[in-house]
């Protein structure tokens, strides 16, 4: 028989183990906390309207004093000249990105279904609290480090492969690639890891049930079951290396060009507005540019997150 408990504003109530008070007394702290956390949540949405809202605005200027098409297609960037060819930048950023994603996040994700689904259990904890403090690295850390020891090994690499006559050096964007490779591969592996750990272990023990060693149930029920959660931090992984600034900036060689080869110095949107921004001024062609590929990278992003949900629901809708 269900006994069921009715609370009174006179005398206090228990439930499980907690002391419920009388509900018709103003509770001024509970109020203000519930303000409180309100006022966070909105403030946080307001201001990330009121930054995308003003990038658009400042950004559409832009395009309408160079011309969407010169923006996005002119291979020559020079705002000293009034010149603004973005094709370079856009480049540079997608390869960037691209080649961050072949090395360093299809890696991370493989890691963390090791670690997940056939690394020791001792092993595990120790590799993700690894993986957690190397998220937390700050990039200029990174960008150092490959500047001192990466760049001078892909330098000897370059010439190995084009030879001494050839123009070639150990910046440009292999460099670049390989160091966001290395940056995001945390994130992407925290991220995999997550989406793993929701998998029902009812599906692992029908599996092992069924006669499924432990490699088969990681490929065959725990990838699939986890595959919306894999591809979104595969594409948060790519979302990241595109927008990264400082670290890139240090390897990349800042070359306003399309470049011949990966060996070859180039930029990317990011480091081209750093390097740029300190020469523009305010509401002027120049400012209102920068705004605009700023608006391209925030388009990027954007799509690449709204095409990590499409791609989620498609699985969903086929497993339905």
């Not at 991370?108 to 993986?131: D, F, G, H």
Request: positive net charge.
């Amino acid at each position: 028989m269900v006994s069921k408990t009715v609370f009174t504003a006179e005398a206090p109530s228990y439930v499980a183990g907690v002391r419920l008070r009388g509900s018709t007394r103003p509770r001024w702290g509970e109020i203000v906390l519930r303000g409180f956390i309100a006022a966070c949540g909105l403030f946080v949405v307001v201001a990330t309207v009121a930054v995308i809202a003003f990038i658009a605005r400042a950004g559409v200027r832009g395009i309408g004093d160079v011309g969407i098409v010169a923006l996005l297609t002119g291979e020559i960037w020079k705002p000293e000249a009034g010149t603004f060819g973005g094709f370079p930048l856009i480049f540079g950023t997608a390869v960037s990105a691209l080649g961050a994603a072949v090395v360093g996040a299809l890696p991370a994700l493989l890691a963390a279904v090791w670690v997940s689904e056939l690394a020791p259990k001792s092993a595990r904890s120790i590799y993700r609290r690894t993986m957690e403090i190397a998220a937390a690295v700050p990039s200029v850390v990174y960008g150092w480090l490959a500047l001192v020891h990466l760049v001078p090994h892909m330098d000897w690499v370059a010439r190995a492969l084009y030879g001494e006559e050839k123009q070639v050096t150990g910046e440009g964007l292999a460099s670049s690639a390989l160091l966001l490779g290395i940056m995001i591969a945390p994130t992407v592996f925290l991220l995999s890891l997550d989406a793993l750990s929701r998998v029902s272990g009812t599906l692992r023990e029908a599996s092992a049930a069924l006669g499924a060693s432990a490699w088969q149930t990681a490929f065959r029920v725990s990838i699939p079951s986890a595959g919306r959660g894999l591809f979104t931090a595969v594409f948060f992984g790519f979302a990241r290396a595109a927008g990264e600034t400082m670290a890139v900036q240090m390897v990349v060689g800042g070359a306003r060009r399309v470049p011949e080869n990966l060996f070859s110095p180039a930029t990317t949107i990011s480091t081209q507005i750093v390097m740029d921004m300190q020469n523009a001024t305010p509401n002027t062609t120049g400012s209102n540019v920068l705004f605009s590929m700023s608006l391209v990278l925030l388009v990027l992003s954007a799509g690449v997150v709204l095409l990590s949900r499409l791609v989620g629901r498609l699985g969903k809708a086929g497993k339905a």
